[in-house]
């Protein structure tokens, strides 16, 4: 890739957002440029002690962001032993797109598993899930994302303890823990479009490793900088993107104490850090657009961990000759969470801060008969649950003084 010298003059932006009605409980989506559609996945009112009785993986339309059509994914026995004889649906979370094989991988931590559906039927192919074995004893643990890399036939998983090699012919799983005798939680999963090489980000111990494919090792670990202030022993890495046109990797890092959220740019050869750029309270999925030196992060908002007032919600727009934001856009009251970059360098962004109300969905079960029932609320024996569905944004950038 060519690079970007910088302009002469500032750029300026304009900016377009629209938005429509998403999923109860969305994290994650992909596209296809098979099917020229996003993929999103949405899994609703799961916890701790139980799996989910509203779940599905849905096909929307890119341009008019209208939902086409929705899975009914399978329903199981409760993993959860403490809920012996209810049922749950298999949950939907990381999502990748396979192209070549016409499938879609997503992950499913309620049930510690990864799982393959027909991309245009959504029809269950393969399941890592074994339902005779305990959840702590299955062969992927807790899974947070998956990266189909169609070019090798494989799929790269992150979770607690490392990641996960699986071979999408032959389903042969390969753990790897890039640090072993610690306890690494690997995250998001970037892939650099010059070298091949995929990225991912840890959560625990502040790093990221590159990971060459062909052998699944890492090749280089990075050590995530505090690039505000050194006072805090953690930056709470989460995200990673790749830049060629500058040689840069860019990480959102959560921080402690309000010190070190925003993003640290690190030189892609070296590894060192460049600069920080400070934004939001707690900063979670990050993407670069390397054709036009544009970083997208956004800010979930307060939390447990990071409490704060009111903030979260939007969409950073960051200029990276600069490191600068130049925009910010609000897509919700709150909990702004994945961002999927386009072709033509659209953004959709989804959130999690059920702004649509009393959403009734035909991929809801009743957790005693197993049953599937059209419903606006999700009833547990802890209590009933209105069913509310988020947001899907599109983002749409002009730059002017392109440089």
């Given at each position: ?92 979370f990381g999502l990748s797109v396979d192209d070549t094989r016409g499938t879609i991988w997503v992950t ?207 969409v950073a727009v960051i200029d990276a000759r600069t490191k600068s934001v130049v925009a910010e856009v ?74």
């Open positions: 890739m060519s690079k970007n010298p910088p302009p002469s003059a500032p750029r300026t932006l304009e900016i377009i957002a629209e938005q429509n009605q998403g999923l109860p409980g969305q994290f994650l989506a992909a596209y296809s440029p098979k099917t020229q559609k996003i993929y999103i996945a949405g899994t609703f009112n799961a916890a701790s002690h139980r799996g989910s009785c509203v779940a599905t993986i849905a096909r929307v339309d890119p341009q008019t962001l209208a939902i086409e059509a929705t899975a009914q994914l399978p329903v199981i026995d409760e993993a959860h032993p403490n809920l012996i004889g209810e049922y749950q649906l298999c949950g939907a499913d931590p309620t049930t510690s598993s990864v799982a393959v559906y027909d991309r245009d039927t959504f029809a269950p192919i393969w399941s890592s899930y074994q339902p005779d074995v305990s959840l702590e004893q299955q062969p992927v643990n807790h899974p947070r994302e998956v990266l189909v890399l169609e070019d090798i036939g494989k799929a790269v998983v992150t979770g607690p303890g490392g990641y996960w090699f699986i071979d999408t012919g032959t389903y042969a799983i390969t753990a790897h823990n890039p640090v072993p005798g610690s306890l690494p939680h690997t995250l998001t999963i970037t892939r650099d479009t010059l070298g091949g090489n995929i990225y991912l980000s840890d959560y625990n111990l502040d790093k990221v490793y590159e990971v060459s494919p062909a052998i699944g090792e890492a090749v280089r670990t990075i050590n995530v900088p505090a690039g505000e202030t050194s006072d805090f022993s953690r930056v709470n890495t989460h995200g990673v993107a790749i830049n060629n046109s500058l040689n840069e990797i860019y990480v959102s890092t959560q921080g402690e104490n309000g010190k070190n959220s925003g993003v640290q740019v690190l030189d892609k050869i070296s590894g060192s850090f460049k600069q920080f750029i400070p934004y939001g309270i707690t900063p979670t999925d990050i993407i670069a657009d390397e054709t036009r030196d544009l970083v997208y992060l956004t800010d979930f908002g307060p939390t447990s961990v990071h409490p704060a007032d009111s903030g979260g919600g939007t609000h897509i919700a009251s709150g909990k702004a969470n994945h961002l999927t970059l386009m072709p033509d360098g659209m953004v959709i962004a989804l959130d999690k801060a059920g702004t649509h109300k009393n959403v009734e969905v035909g991929f809801h079960i009743d957790p005693v008969t197993g049953k599937h029932v059209n419903s606006a609320i999700d009833v547990h024996a802890s209590g009933t649950t209105p069913i509310n569905a988020d947001s899907i944004t599109k983002i749409t950038v002009a730059l002017n003084n392109a440089g």
